[in-house]
C-alpha cells in the first residue's frame, strides 16, 4: 500500500480482555516497529521485526504483550488481560532496509482505551 | 532521568516568526537523529534526518546537531499557521530502534 494502515483506528475495551492490533506495513519493507504512545509524552519502543523474526522485543513491557509477524508483511500486536495503563496510542512504523538510511514511516496508531 | 529530554511547551510564536526547537540526550553512542512533526491524532512524520554533527537545512528548516555538548536543535524560519503540531525529536545508535523526547507543542497564530 501507500503508507502504513492500523486497524482499528480506535478500540474500547474492558479491564481484562484480550485484543489484538493490526499493521500493514508499506509494501517491500522489510524492517516493521511497534511504539506506544501515552497522552503528553513521545513514542516508547516496544518490538521491532526484521523480517518474520523478532531482532528486538527489549520494549515488551511484560509477557501480557506479544507481536508477530508470521509472513514477514502484516504484523499483529497481541494483548492479554488488558489493564487500565495499558491505554495509549500503539504505532507501527515500516522501514526499507538496506538503503544506508533507516527512515521509519509511521501509521496513524490504533488508540486502545481501556475502561 | 530520561536518555533524551525536550521540552513539552506548549512554544506560542506568531505568524513569520522564527519557531527554535531544541533536545538533550545523555547517550554518546547516539550518532543518527531524528525530527519528527505529529499533527493531533496523527502518527509521526519525518521532516529532518542528520547524521553525526553539523547543520542540514531543507526548505525553511533548519537541523543543527552538536554532540559534544549532546544537543540538538530544529528552527523553523517564517512559521506558518500550518506548522502548529507537536515536533518530536528522536536519535538511536544504529539502525534499531529510535529514542523519542516527549515532544514540543508548538502553535503559530495568525
Known sequence: G????????NKV?????????????????????WY???????PEFLIYFQGTGAADDSGLPNDRFFAVRPEGSVSTLKIQ???????????????????GANVLTFGAGSRLTVL | QKEVEQDPGPLSVPEGAIVSLNCTYSNSAFQYFMWYRQYSRKGPELLMYTYSSGNKEDGRFTAQ?????????????????SDSATYLCAMTDSWGKLQFGAGTQVVVTP
Open chain 1, 2 to 9: 501507500a503508507g502504513v494502515s492500523q486497524t482499528p483506528s
Open chain 1, 13 to 33: 475495551t474492558e479491564k481484562g480482555k484480550y485484543v489484538e492490533l493490526r499493521c500493514d506495513p508499506i509494501s517491500g519493507h522489510t524492517a516493521l516497529y
Open chain 1, 36 to 42: 506506544r504512545q501515552s497522552l503528553g509524552q513521545g
Open chain 1, 81 to 99: 488481560r488488558t489493564e487500565r495503563g495499558d491505554s495509549a496510542v500503539y504505532l507501527c512504523a515500516s522501514s526499507l532496509r538496506g538503503t
Open chain 2, 65 to 81: 546537531v552538536d554532540k559534544s555538548s549532546k544537543y540538538i536543535s530544529l528552527f523553523i524560519r517564517d512559521s506558518q499557521p
